[in-house]
């Protein structure tokens, strides 16, 4: 599995004409360097890393979608999200992140520094 991120085109060393392109397709980039739990991860625009948490609440059999069923089509909807929140890593590394648009790899490695943020560069180059 992997997590997603979530980051302004702007702090990404691209071209303007990428930039634009990337802001029109609104890529969901995704990230195997933290939880890998399908969660999401946001580099924010003063370059601190946050991440989303939650706990997870049991739904009354009488409140799910199908509540009178058993097996598998019983248990739809038997969980949900509370608590949901930002919390900030604390992160000392690199991340790697990638996504593709309109069969065009953007490919990127993030350094951080106690979950600041201290460059990014693209990792792959763009072959003609």
């Known amino acids: 599995m992997f997590d997603g991120l979530e980051i ?3 702090l990404l060393p691209i071209s303007t004409e990428e930039k634009e392109k990337l802001r029109e397709h609104n890529p969901r980039w995704q990230t195997k360097d933290f939880d890998c ?3 999401t991860v946001y ?3 003063e370059g ?3 991440i989303s948490r939650w706990e997870y609440e049991e739904v009354p059999k009488e409140e799910r979608p199908y509540p009178n069923e058993t097996g598998t089509l019983g248990l739809a909807g038997s969980i949900k999200r509370v608590n ?3 919390e900030p890593i ?3 590394g690199y991340a790697n992140f990638y996504s593709d648009v309109e069969n065009v790899w953007y490919e990127f490695t993030a350094k951080f520094t106690d979950g600041k943020l201290v460059k990014i560069e693209r990792v792959n ?3 003609s």
Do not use: K, P
Request: proline share 0%; glycine share 0%; hydrophobic share 45%.
């Open 90 to 92: 604390d992160f000392h």
């Open 84 to 86: 949901q929140r930002l």
């Open 48 to 50: 601190s890393l946050l």
């Open 37 to 39: 739990t399908l969660t």
């Open 125 to 127: 180059e763009i072959l």
């Open 8 to 10: 302004n085109v702007e």
């Open 43 to 45: 580099i924010t625009d």
